[in-house]
């Protein structure tokens, strides 16, 4: 059973960056479909997807939110799918989580399989 680990969040002041880092134990996720969502703290907030890419053809998909802004990709090598984010805002702050699919359609119509923990980002001055 795939595990995955989130690494690479923390505090940034608005318009910085982080490079947000999900890697997998028991699996390699070159198998798997990537996605990233956060759910922003506070009460009734609900988990919004912010990127996915396919493990089969590289395509990717962005939230609207965030597209310019974010990159994902994928460090075969290393086992890992990165989320570059880049001119940080401060209604980024979130946690963060990677999740495995089965396709692209599915990563991004929520019907995701295996999570990791998190990793909090804060955005603020």
């Known amino acids: 059973q795939v595990q995955l680990v989130e690494s690479g969040g923390g505090l940034v002041q608005p318009g910085g960056s982080l490079r947000l880092s999900c890697t997998a134990s028991?699996?390699?996720?070159?198998?798997?479909?990537i996605g990233w969502f956060r759910r922003s703290p506070g009460p009734g907030k609900e988990r919004e997807r912010v990127s996915c890419v396919s493990n089969s053809d590289s395509k990717v998909f962005y939230a609207d939110s965030v597209a310019g802004r974010f990159t994902i990709s994928r460090d075969s090598a290393k086992n890992l799918v990165y989320l570059q984010m880049n001119s940080l805002k401060p209604e980024d702050t979130a946690d963060y989580y990677c999740?495995?699919?089965?396709?692209?359609?599915?990563?991004?119509?929520?019907?995701?399989?295996?999570w990791g923990q998190g990793t909090l980002v804060t955005v603020a001055s």
């Open positions: 028991g699996s390699t996720l070159d198998d798997y479909t």
């Open positions: 999740a495995t699919a089965t396709d692209l359609w599915r990563c991004w119509n929520g019907y995701l399989e295996v």
